[in-house]
């Protein structure tokens, strides 16, 4: 399953809450985080930070984790990381309460 990460870039990145704020099938993230392939990071460590942040901050990101689990048969995406352009906020909007609230 997908993992979909709440993260604070600093001079690492910072896992806001330590954990993923969602789990699910990658195939039902591309749309609502609008994950295009020109968003890849590849691998990245992130830094857990085991408090969730009451307020987001503007240079707040969401990530999405692909594991090789993920990989479809046609797929062209790859194992690592995407970028969402939406924040942390619009992310919940768009996908309800997040699992580590």
């Not at 399953?1 to 969602?22: D, E, S, T």
């Given at each position: 399953?997908?993992?979909?990460?709440?993260?604070r870039?600093?001079?690492?990145?910072?896992?806001?809450?330590?954990?993923?704020?969602?789990q699910?099938?990658?195939?039902?993230?591309?749309?609502?985080l609008?994950?295009?392939?020109?968003?890849?990071?590849?691998?990245?460590?992130?830094?857990?930070?085991?408090?969730?942040?009451?307020?987001?901050?503007?240079?707040?990101?969401?990530?999405?984790?692909?594991?090789?689990?993920?990989?479809k048969?046609?797929?062209?995406?790859?194992?690592?990381f995407?970028?969402?352009?939406?924040?942390p906020?619009?992310a919940?909007?768009?996908?309800g309460?997040?699992y580590?609230?």
């Amino acid at each position: 399953m997908a993992k979909v990460w709440f993260v604070r870039p600093q001079n690492k990145m910072i896992a806001l809450g330590g954990k993923p704020a969602y789990q699910g099938e990658m195939q039902q993230l591309i749309w609502p985080l609008d994950l295009g392939l020109h968003r890849f990071h590849g691998a990245m460590p992130l830094v857990p930070n085991e408090e969730t942040p009451q307020e987001f901050a503007p240079e707040d990101k969401v990530f999405v984790e692909v594991t090789a689990d993920d990989m479809k048969m046609g797929t062209s995406y790859q194992v690592g990381f995407y970028s969402s352009p939406y924040s942390p906020k619009a992310a919940i909007s768009r996908l309800g309460q997040p699992y580590q609230g």
